[in-house]
Structure formats: structure tokens, C-alpha cells
């Protein structure tokens, strides 16, 4: 394909929407993963209302075998992904001395299992052309935890974790690896709108090799 492409994995109608004009604007075709086919294809036929190029592709994050054999069907479609945004995230509202184990498990499968999975089916052609661009979407919990949300904290924090460790091995290939993390509620019209939001992973993306950034605060 003659545009570059970005992979947005865990898609849906919050930031990654406004990731994805933000990216389609500066001339990127979208491969959009979700599990929920039917609600990304609506929001994808938004996106391809306003011109953009936009593939989908039903998987869920949290199954290492499904999110590998997705990430080879885009390659072997259209080619390399220069892009990889995270964007996948499980909620559980629940106290720790009340979250069973197994859930706490499967959460951390989808919140930074999944993103260091996808993260390995980009880093080898990543590496080879000696640049690219991984951005992980962050929370305000791995910097505030809070009990009700015990298990996304705890991801979360996790996650920023492995932004920061993949950030230091990944910069000498010419590779950009960081986080936005968000502490707010994301909401149209306000200070945390999806599309101002976007700003700051495009701030990431654009940064010079030696300007690396591994993190933005948006708050």
C-alpha cells in the first residue's frame, strides 16, 4: 500500500476515534482491532465517511493466539505497520479484598498482556527499517490507585511499566515507545475530549529519535 499503515488495537468511540482521525489526517490507513466487530464497523464507517482508509479486524485482545494470527493478517494485507496504538482496557469495579484472583488475571491479560503481544508483531520490521512508533493509551491510576478500581490500577501501573522498559531497549533502533497517561474522564467538549487528547500521541509520534519522550501526563 502506498500509505503508511497504524494499527489501533482495543478499539472503540472514545480516544481511539480520535486517535484515528488524528492519524488519518497525517495520511495513515487504520487497521482497527476490536472484538466487537458490529461496534467498530459503525464507527469505522464514520471514519470512512470523512475519506479515510480503514480496515477492521475482529479479535480479542486478551487472546495471545487470536491477537498473533490478527496482526499476521494485516501484515500479509497490507503490509508492515509503522503505528501501534493500545488502546484495549478492562474495568472492574471492585474492592481488593474482594477480587477474585482469576479476574484479576484476566484483566491484566487485556490491559498489558495484550499490549506487550502486540507490541512483539511489530518490533521485528520495526527494527529492521530502524523506526516506528508504539504508543500504549495510560491512566491516572498508575500515578493515583484507587481501591474501587483495584485491578485497573494495577494494570495500569503495569502498563506504564512496561512503556518505560520498552521504551529504554527499543530507542537505539530508532524505535518511539510511550505512553499518554490520562487522568480524567474522557468526554466530549471537555478538556478531555478524544480529539485533544489525540494531540498528545501525535506530540510522541513526531518527536525526533533524539527527543524521545516515554511518557505524557494529560491532565
Known amino acids: 500500500m502506498s500509505q503508511p499503515i497504524c494499527v489501533i488495537a482495543g478499539f472503540g468511540a472514545g480516544v481511539s476515534m480520535g486517535v484515528a482521525r488524528s492519524f488519518a489526517k497525517e495520511g495513515y490507513s487504520l487497521a482497527l482491532i476490536a472484538r466487537n466487530l458490529e461496534k467498530m464497523e459503525a464507527n469505522a464507517k464514520e471514519l470512512r465517511q470523512l475519506g ?24 500479509s494485507q497490507f503490509g508492515d505497520p509503522e503505528v501501534l496504538i493500545y488502546n484495549a482496557a478492562v474495568m472492574t469495579m471492585t474492592k481488593p479484598s474482594d477480587l477474585p484472583t482469576e479476574k484479576l488475571i484476566s484483566d491484566f491479560n487485556v490491559n498489558v498482556v495484550g499490549a ?25 491510576l498508575a500515578l493515583y490507585p484507587s481501591s474501587d478500581l483495584v485491578s485497573l490500577a494495577i494494570s495500569k501501573s503495569g502498563l506504564r511499566s512496561l512503556t518505560f522498559c520498552l521504551a529504554e531497549e ?50
Open 52 to 75: 479515510y482508509i480503514v480496515h477492521t479486524f475482529a479479535a480479542d485482545t486478551g487472546n495471545k493466539d487470536a491477537l498473533i494470527q490478527v496482526f499476521a493478517e494485516i501484515r
Open 116 to 140: 506487550l503481544v502486540a507490541a512483539q508483531q511489530v518490533i521485528p520490521a520495526m527494527k529492521s527499517s530502524g523506526k516506528g512508533t508504539i504508543l500504549f493509551t495510560g491512566g491516572g
Open 170 to 219: 527499543l530507542k537505539e533502533f530508532g524505535i518511539h515507545v510511550g505512553t499518554v497517561t490520562i487522568c480524567g474522564t474522557v468526554e466530549v467538549g471537555t478538556h478531555f475530549d478524544p480529539d485533544a487528547i489525540a494531540q498528545s500521541y501525535m506530540t510522541l509520534h513526531k518527536q525526533p529519535p533524539e527527543k524521545f519522550e516515554a511518557e505524557i501526563i494529560y491532565q
